[in-house]
């Protein structure tokens, strides 16, 4: 399986300050097609998941432009630029180029 | 708007069975490979599978496919999650999402404890 690994966030985080959320895989996600099977969710505090970037860098519909991922084959960050109070909850990033399916463990960002 | 909502769960006993139903609508179900995620009450996300949008293919988690199986039924725009002899590690909150790589929108999720 390949393994998902989340850094953890300096919080924290004052609003209005940008953060990145760093994610790792054990395996390059990035295919011959060039596309790169990594996604990033939001789980807010007593709310189900929601999709914020696929294909590692590609915006979910409705998504703030404030949400940016990048990454190479096996390192990716998420970064959040000026952090509001929405934002808190925890981020997950998921590999999706074999399966099973694996998630990282999350990463949880607070706000000052 | 894309609504998933999850049913079927509670308490239920070690070493039975339980069978979890998501009925969706908003966008046409019959279009889209469906799958499952549990979320341990520590908060990790596990892949349970996921099955192809006429239901002929499906893919589980190793650690979870010989006691768990993901059926629909098109017609009634409903996911299934049959589940066999539950343990205590079966306990969690369990989401049904559309489609299969890209977990594009996700149910409410529905709990499900094992407990004696």
């Known amino acids: 399986d390949i393994v998902m690994t989340q850094g953890a966030l300096p919080n924290p985080v004052p609003s209005g300050e940008s953060a990145s959320i760093t994610c790792q895989s054990s395996k390059s996600l990035l295919h011959s097609n060039g596309k790169t099977y990594l996604n990033w969710y939001l789980q807010r505090p007593g709310q189900s998941p929601q999709l914020l970037i696929y294909?590692?860098?590609t915006r979910a519909s409705g998504v703030s432009d404030r949400f940016s991922g990048s990454g190479s084959g096996t390192d990716f960050t998420l970064k959040i630029s000026s952090v509001e109070a929405e934002d808190v909850g925890v981020y997950y990033c998921?590999?999706?180029?074999?399966?099973?399916?694996?998630f990282g463990g999350g990463t949880k960002l607070e706000l000052k | 708007e894309v609504q998933l909502v999850e049913s079927g769960g509670g308490l239920v006993q070690p070493g039975a069975s339980l069978k979890l139903s998501c009925v969706a609508s908003g966008f046409t179900f019959s279009d889209y490979w469906m799958s499952w995620v549990r979320q341990t009450p520590g908060k990790t996300m596990e892949w349970i599978g996921d099955?192809?949008?006429?239901?002929?293919?499906?893919n589980y988690a190793p650690s979870l496919k010989n006691r768990f199986t993901i059926s629909r039924d098109n017609a009634k725009s409903t996911l299934y999650l049959q589940m066999s002899n539950v343990r205590s590690e079966d306990t969690a909150t369990y989401y049904c999402?559309?489609?299969?790589?890209?977990?594009?929108?996700w149910g409410q999720g529905v709990m499900v404890t094992v407990s004696s």
């Open positions: 294909w590692m860098s």
């Open positions: 999402t559309r489609a299969g790589g890209i977990l594009r929108d």
């Open positions: 998921q590999q999706f180029l074999e399966y099973p399916r694996t």
């Open positions: 099955i192809k949008y006429d239901g002929s293919y499906t």
